[in-house]
């Protein structure tokens, strides 16, 4: 079992910058990729960032260019660092552990642990 809680979420204006971080307790979850969700209400979650066990990363084109995924392998943490955000970009955050092998990063059902989730508030 792996336990893994965000932190970081907040309210800024457009243009502005957050980091959220997730970090993870409980099973070894080494090897697996990580990720970054978002969801609005009404909308499917959509992945937007993931890293895998080689420190490959993979982006949304939603959000290429503008956050970036990494990983503190010591503090068993996981960042994304948004920067130049847009209204658009408001949502509940979350992070989450890939469950399948050879699953896709962004499919959300390839991940099968979940953190509770942190709001970004983006205002124009």
């Known amino acids: 079992q792996v336990q893994l809680v965000e932190s970081g979420g907040g309210s800024v204006q457009a243009g502005g910058s957050l980091r959220l971080s997730c970090a993870a307790s409980?099973?070894?979850?080494?090897?697996?990729?990580m990720g970054w969700f978002r969801q609005v209400p009404g909308k499917e979650r959509e992945g937007i960032a993931a890293?895998?066990?080689?420190?490959?990363?993979s982006y949304a084109d939603s959000v290429k260019g503008r956050f970036t995924i990494s990983q503190d392998n010591a503090k068993n943490t996981l960042y994304l660092q948004m920067n130049s955000l847009k209204p658009e970009d408001t949502a509940m955050y979350y992070c989450?552990?890939?469950?399948?092998?050879?699953?896709?990063?962004?499919?959300?059902?390839?991940?099968?642990?979940w953190g509770q989730g942190t709001q970004v508030t983006v205002s124009s």
């Open positions: 989450a552990v890939m469950v399948s092998y050879g699953g896709s990063w962004y499919v959300p059902t390839d991940f099968g642990y």
């Open positions: 890293i895998d066990s080689h420190g490959t990363t």
């Open positions: 409980g099973s070894s979850y080494s090897g697996s990729s």
